[in-house]
């Protein structure tokens, strides 16, 4: 921890900090109280910090002495986020980035170079694929693309020039899963390293550094908010990749994270423990209602008996999580004709918040790809995403009633 201006010894967590609870650490890790005795964790909104003299700022930026400089370098707010979630996915260092792309760019920045190849799945996020595809190959760095699930189609695709495997489990929309372990095995038996984007699960329902990942991504837009407010992001792993070799890339090319944002990040992941049981409990609850609906064709959801990876709920990963989708019989027509009958969910492509989302896949999140693309990814027409919220689910399950009992 970088010191913030000198602290006496007040009873803020350090060292055991690393035993205490998850929920404790989540509260109370990473924020050093400054000698105001405050509470609540500061922001600290400085461009750059002073120097008591010519020879510590000379000391500064050789590295002979450790501290602040510049915050696209480092700042306490920052700092405090990136400690609090290192504990929490359980790795050694963090560093927090502006998005959850500029999460991305950083660890492909830093762990890539020309000629190198990328391993990912087939179903990913939609900015992640388009940056693979249309910008690092500019830089002679090439992706294959897999099926998800199926570890073997992974091992079978890594060749020489392999460095990263990529993956989200559960995926969006559509909550398909890999068992982590099993992948991070092949990852390195043929020296490759493995990086999960954590952004469904957050560490409070699953810690993929634990189960052999070698970085953890995340948009901290989504849960680690929890509120919808800011865009962030984070990469998570061990003292080298991500300390040296991820940070590198971030402090010199720049997309560091705000104070500010890091702030309410700090905040969001205060309650991230609560909010993952409550989302998960709702989405659970809308998974089964949803499939008992005759106007529904199919529900995609990990906590279902008849999910194809469900055995990996309860040990990977803790709980179904709180994103369910869902086929409607009647394509588009009805799958619009649903979302526009809503009063209570929001149309908007977020995920993460309290209030809940409805979204229409194969015109949005996915909406660049060729039908033929859309069809192989498995997302129909009829296909609805709901980012489960924490609002009453009797209303949630109102709001979507009305249009399910009438189509
Ligand atoms: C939103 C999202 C991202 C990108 O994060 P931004 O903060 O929007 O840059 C990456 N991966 C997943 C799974 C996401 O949902």
């Not at 404790?24 to 008591?52: C, D």
């Not at 089964?288 to 199919?298: C, G, K, S, Y």
């Amino acid at each position: 921890m970088i010191s913030t201006t000198p602290t006496d010894d007040l009873p803020v967590l350090s060292g055991a900090e690393r035993e205490a609870g998850f929920a404790t650490r989540a509260i109370r890790t990473g924020h050093q109280r400054t000698a105001e005795g405050e509470h609540g964790e500061p922001i600290f909104t400085t461009s750059s910090y002073v120097f008591a003299s010519a020879a510590e700022a000379a000391a500064r930026f050789s590295g002979e002495t450790v501290g602040n400089i510049y915050s696209r370098f480092t700042n306490p707010t920052v700092r405090a986020f990136e400690e609090r979630l290192a504990s929490l996915e359980g790795g050694e260092r963090c560093v927090a980035t502006a998005s959850g792309m500029a999460a991305i760019l950083a660890v492909c920045m830093g762990l890539l170079k020309t000629g190198d190849g990328m391993l990912a799945s087939r179903s990913l996020f939609g900015s992640t694929t388009l940056l693979f595809n249309k910008y690092l190959t500019r830089f002679g760095i090439e992706t294959r693309y897999v099926t998800l699930s199926d570890p073997a189609a992974w091992e079978a695709a890594i060749d020489s020039r392999t460095r990263l495997l990529f993956c989200e489990t559960p995926s969006n929309p559509l909550t398909e899963m890999v068992d982590l372990r099993q992948l991070a095995d092949i990852a390195h038996r043929h020296d490759c390293l493995l990086v999960v984007d954590n952004c469904f699960c957050t560490p409070a329902l699953q810690r993929p550094l634990e189960l052999g990942a070698d970085l953890v991504v995340h948009s901290a837009t989504k849960y680690l908010d929890g509120q919808g407010r800011c865009v962030g992001g984070a990469v998570v792993g061990d003292r080298k990749l991500v300390g040296e070799e991820v940070y590198g890339v971030l402090r010199t090319a720049g997309p560091t994270l705000s104070p500010f944002n890091a702030w309410v990040f700090l905040k969001g992941l205060e309650t991230l423990a609560l909010r993952m049981q409550a989302h998960s409990q709702s989405a659970a609850q809308l998974a089964n209602w949803l499939r008992d609906q005759p106007a529904i064709e199919r529900v995609y959801y990990p906590g279902l008996a008849e999910h194809p990876q469900h055995h990996l709920v309860g040990t990977q990963q803790r709980t179904g999580g709180g994103i369910v989708a869902f086929d409607v019989r009647g394509g588009q027509a009805a799958a619009w004709r649903l979302i526009d009958a809503t009063r209570l969910l929001s149309i908007t492509a977020n995920l993460g918040d309290t209030k809940s989302t409805i979204t229409h896949p194969a015109t949005t999140t996915h909406g660049r790809l060729t039908p033929a693309e859309r069809a192989l990814a498995g997302i129909g027409d009829g296909l609805v995403r709901i980012a489960v919220g924490l609002e009453d689910i009797a209303d949630i399950q109102a709001d979507l009633a009305s249009e399910l009992a009438d189509p």
